[in-house]
């Protein structure tokens, strides 16, 4: 199985600061990378596929960027609906794996 | 407006055979490309992708579990129903189901609708 390593696994931020979330996979992946975010007692929610790809509707402030086997979640100017936790997800091999999750929490 | 549901159980007892119901709207799994899939989330823990089936009836399962589950699905119900055998006190989790949509060869395939989620509790 590839197994995706996130870091780190929370961060404490204010309004307004830069986040910055790395998921590495055991192996290389291509481009098959998502990434969720996921509020406390809600379903997940796809946020970026395709490692960079925003799903529709997303705001422009979070992007994604990386090749191979290390990729990055950046949130720009990050806002107070934007504190949650965060996960990668592969896409090229069975059986899809998550990252552990990241916790975006209130400095 | 594409919706999807879960229904089951919501204790079981150790082991005892899980029974879960996937009802979904506004997309027929039908179209090429379009599957269905359960992922898990045990409290407090990561989520983890349990089964898939697709729309011309390929499964996939998780190693680690695929002695224990099946995924079916009904589309004239509009239904993806999971089992898993022999339940365990650390298969306590929420059990989500999700549309997997294909995005084009450039983009992949991705849970872009989740239904809310059915906590499960396994204990005698």
């Known amino acids: 199985d590839v197994q995706m390593i996130q870091s780190p696994s929370s961060v404490s931020a204010s309004v307004g600061d830069r986040v910055t979330i790395t998921c590495r996979a055991t192996?290389?992946?291509?481009?098959?990378l998502a990434w969720y975010q996921q509020k406390p007692g809600r379903a997940p929610k796809l946020l970026i596929y395709a490692i960079s790809t925003l799903q529709s509707g997303v705001p422009s402030r979070f992007s994604g960027s990386g090749s191979g086997t290390d990729f990055t979640l950046t949130i720009n100017s990050l806002q107070p609906e934007d504190f949650a936790t965060y996960y990668c997800?592969?896409?090229?091999?069975?059986?899809?794996?998550f990252g552990q999750g990241t916790k975006v929490e209130f400095k | 407006q594409i919706t999807l549901k879960e229904s089951g159980p919501t204790l079981v007892k150790p082991t005892q055979t899980l029974t879960l119901t996937c009802t979904f709207s506004?997309?027929?799994?039908?179209?090429?490309?379009?599957?269905v899939g359960w992922i898990r989330q045990p409290p407090g823990k990561a989520l983890e992708w349990l089964a898939l089936?697709?729309?011309?009836?390929?499964?996939r399962y998780s190693p680690s579990l695929q002695s224990r589950l099946a995924i079916t699905k009904d589309t004239s119900k509009k239904e993806v129903v999971l089992t898993m055998t022999n339940m365990d006190p650390v298969d306590t989790a929420t059990y989500y189901c999700?549309?997997?949509?294909?995005?084009?060869?450039?983009?992949?395939?991705?849970?872009?609708?989740w239904g809310q989620g059915t906590l499960v509790t396994v204990s005698s």
């Open positions: 997800q592969q896409g090229n091999t069975f059986p899809r794996t």
């Open positions: 089936i697709y729309w011309d009836d390929d499964k």
């Open positions: 999700a549309r997997q949509f294909f995005y084009g060869p450039g983009g992949g395939n991705w849970f872009d609708h």
């Open positions: 192996q290389g992946i291509n481009t098959w």
């Open positions: 506004d997309f027929s799994l039908t179209n090429v490309g379009e599957a």
